[in-house]
C-alpha cells in the first residue's frame, strides 16, 4: 500500500527540451533515423503522462557543400533541393506515430540570426582565431573541395578511384594531399593547393579545456567507459603537444550556409551552424505557442535532453 501512497502524491512538475539528432537533408530517412526518433518519443510520453511539461523538436540540418552539390546536379536551389527532402518528412513520422511538436530547418532565420549572435558573443570573450591554411581547390569549379569529393589512388596501396580522406580497398585512412594523381569528383580537374583564411574556434583555450574538463568529470555524468576514452583526448605528451585541438569553423563560397558576420565570403561550417539548430527549432516553436525564448532558455529549471547514437561522444 505504501508504494500506490507514494505514487498518488504530486510530483514537482519538471519543465523538459527534448532533441534528437538532426538527420542531413541529403536524402530520405532511413531505419536508424526512426529507431533514435522512436526511443525519445517512447521517453517524451512517459513524461507527459507524468504530468512534465515537454518540448519536443528537431530539423532538417541543411547547410553544407553535399547538399549545394547534389542541388546543383539536380537543376534546382538548395533550397528547393532541401524543401524537397523536408516534404518528403511527415508520412514517415505520422506512420510511426512519432510526436515532434515541431519540425524546422537551420536555413530557418532563427538559426541564422542565433549562430551569428553566439559567434559574435564567442569573439568578443576571445574564443575565434584565424590561421591560413592550404587546400584542394577546383580550378574549373573555382571552389575549394571537400575531402569526399578529393580523388585518387590510395598511398598506401596503389588501388585507384578511391575518396580523399580513405581507402575502400585497403581501410587506410589519410589527408587528401596524401593521394596520389588527385582528380576532383566534380570536374575531372586536377586540384591545386590553394592558401585561404580560415576561422578557428579556440577549443584549446584553457576556460574550454578546464569547463569540458570539469563537465566530464562529474561524479555520475558519464559512463566510465565513456570517460576513459574522453581522457584520451585532454592528455598531452611529455613535450605538451596533444590535448584538445581548436575547430575550424569555416568554409569559402561558394558555400549554402550562414555568412559570418564581418568576413566576407567566409561561412560557418557545421559546427557553428547545425547544432544551433536545436536552439533554432525551440525558439521557432516557443514563438509559435507565444512562450518568450530567453526567458525560457535562461531558466536554471529547464533540463535538456538530448537523443543520439551511444558511440557520438566526441560532438555529442
Ligand atoms: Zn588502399
Known amino acids: 500500500m505504501s508504494a500506490s501512497t507514494v505514487s498518488n502524491l504530486p510530483a514537482a512538475k519538471r519543465q523538459l527540451f527534448v532533441t534528437t539528432a538532426l538527420p542531413y537533408a541529403n536524402g530520405n530517412f532511413h531505419i536508424g533515423h526512426i529507431m533514435e526518433y522512436i526511443q525519445a518519443d517512447t521517453w517524451v510520453r512517459a513524461q507527459r503522462m507524468q504530468g512534465h511539461e515537454v518540448h519536443f523538436v528537431c530539423a532538417d540540418d541543411a547547410h553544407g557543400a553535399p547538399i549545394m552539390i547534389a542541388a546543383e546536379k539536380a537543376g534546382i536551389t538548395p533550397q528547393q533541393f532541401v524543401a524537397n527532402i523536408a516534404a518528403g518528412r511527415k508520412p514517415y513520422l505520422d506512420g510511426f506515430h512519432i510526436g515532434f511538436d515541431n519540425w524546422h530547418s537551420t536555413d530557418g532565420p532563427e538559426n541564422h540570426e542565433l549562430a551569428q549572435q553566439i559567434y559574435r558573443d564567442l569573439k568578443a570573450a576571445g574564443f575565434i582565431a584565424t590561421k591560413t591554411i592550404e587546400q584542394f581547390f577546383d580550378p574549373e569549379k573555382s571552389m575549394f573541395l571537400p575531402d569526399r569529393f578529393i580523388k585518387g589512388e590510395c598511398p598506401k596501396c596503389g588501388a585507384k578511384d578511391q575518396y580523399g580522406d580513405s581507402c575502400e580497398s585497403c581501410g587506410a585512412v589519410y589527408s587528401p594531399t596524401e593521394v596520389k594523381n588527385p582528380y576532383s569528383a566534380l570536374s575531372g580537374a586536377t586540384p591545386v593547393l590553394k592558401q585561404s583564411e580560415h576561422y578557428f574556434f579556440k577549443l584549446s583555450d584553457p576556460r574550454c579545456v578546464e569547463f569540458l574538463e570539469k563537465w566530464t568529470h562529474d561524479t555520475g555524468r558519464l559512463q566510465p567507459e565513456v570517460l576513459n576514452k574522453i581522457k584520451e583526448w585532454f592528455a598531452k605528451d611529455e613535450e605538451g603537444q596533444g590535448g584538445l585541438g581548436d575547430w575550424d569553423i569555416s568554409r569559402d563560397a561558394p558555400y549554402f550556409g550562414i555568412e559570418i558576420p564581418d568576413a566576407p565570403g567566409k561561412y560557418f561550417y557545421v559546427w557553428l551552424d ?31 535532453y538530448h537523443f543520439i547514437g551511444k558511440d557520438i561522444t566526441y560532438f555529442a
Not at 544551433?276 to 514563438?287: F, P
Request: net charge positive.
Open 274 to 304: 547545425a547544432p544551433i539548430g536545436y536552439l533554432a527549432s525551440l525558439k521557432n516553436y516557443l514563438g509559435k505557442i507565444g512562450v518568450d525564448y530567453n526567458a525560457y532558455i535562461n531558466n536554471p529549471k529547464v533540463e535538456q
